[in-house]
């Protein structure tokens, strides 16, 4: 791809370079980031190709693929994704007011998420990219899971939740798939959004080491008025804004492991809990947050 001058969604040119950011997972690239002044989306520059991008998540430490417990922090990660599954059952739940329905989960993983709601009597389509995340959820937990091209295949209307949990920042053309969930939600359903906080403040305290720039695999950096006003462009009003509190331990920790630091799990744990002391009071400083949108009233 070539250098984006412009805001690859609102098609500004008033944009500015953010900060440098580097892949520690994969490859140790660094690439900019850069903000856009008009409607205040943060982007990677220069990102690989839609046909490259899937050689940086090849790595055994890219847990929402590979599922592993090698390390504390692997376990600490199962123990919240645990505490978060009902957390996200009670939110679809509570916004939609509905005990079972039709859901899509887009970026569905290895299918926890997906599993746990069809436990508990909704009917439920994963859509994952990922071939081994995908047979891992259909295999352990028959979910059905199908890859993103089998989404323009689902009815108008017919959905009463979709949900994306720390995918949206993943995908090439966030608009476009927006626009899509709204043909398929009906006119009272909710779409449940999750994504990192780039005016967190762990973002604002790491800088460019916030684990959670994530880059190249993160191709966007909203801040909750970046996510609202995207939104509201492709006819959704944003209901809530709903921190997710434990994210913060988990990118904490991350960093000082992506640094080399000894005891990141202990530093991470540490830090998380001054910086969120010390933001108690901050609406929208939470290190990730939920988006609830509904379909905008004609």
């Known amino acids: 791809m070539t250098e984006k ?4 969604q609102c098609r500004s040119e008033d944009v500015s370079f953010l900060l440098s950011a580097r892949d520690h997972l994969v490859s140790g690239e660094t690439y900019t980031i850069d903000r856009c002044r008009r409607c205040g989306l943060a982007f990677t520059v ?5 046909d490259e991008i899937h050689r940086y998540y090849v790595s055994d430490d890219y847990i929402s693929h590979s599922d592993k417990k090698n390390s504390l922090a692997d376990y600490f990660y199962h123990i919240a994704r645990g505490l978060m599954l009902r957390k996200k059952y009670r939110l679809v739940a509570g916004a939609t007011g509905r005990k079972t329905g039709n859901l899509i989960d887009i970026g569905s993983g290895t ?6 709601m069809q436990k508990k009597g909704w009917t439920v389509t994963g859509i994952e990219l990922n071939d081994k995340a995908r047979e891992y959820s259909v295999t352990r937990f028959a979910v059905n899971a199908v890859p993103p091209s089998e989404l323009s295949e689902v009815d108008e209307l017919s959905v009463e939740c979709i949900t994306f949990w720390h995918v949206l920042e993943h995908l090439y053309d966030p608009g476009k798939w927006l626009s899509e969930v709204n043909r398929i939600l009906k006119d009272e359903g909710r779409c449940l959004i999750a994504l990192p906080n780039l005016d967190s403040a762990d973002a604002r305290w790491y800088g460019n080491r916030w684990a959670a720039l994530d880059v190249p695999r993160h191709l966007w950096h909203f801040s909750p008025e970046a996510l609202v006003r995207l939104a509201e462009d492709h006819g959704f009003t944003c209901d809530r804004i709903l921190p997710m509190p434990l994210d913060i331990f988990y990118i904490s920790a991350l960093g000082y492991k992506n640094e080399g630091r000894r005891l990141a799990l202990a530093r991470g744990l540490v830090a998380g809990l001054l910086l969120t002391a010390g933001s108690l009071f901050r609406k929208n400083s939470a290190s990730s947050l939920i988006y609830v949108l509904s379909k905008r009233r004609s």
Request: net charge negative.
């Open 111 to 116: 299918g926890y998420f997906a599993s746990f």
């Open 46 to 50: 220069n990102p690989p190709s839609e």
């Open 5 to 8: 001058t412009f805001c690859p």
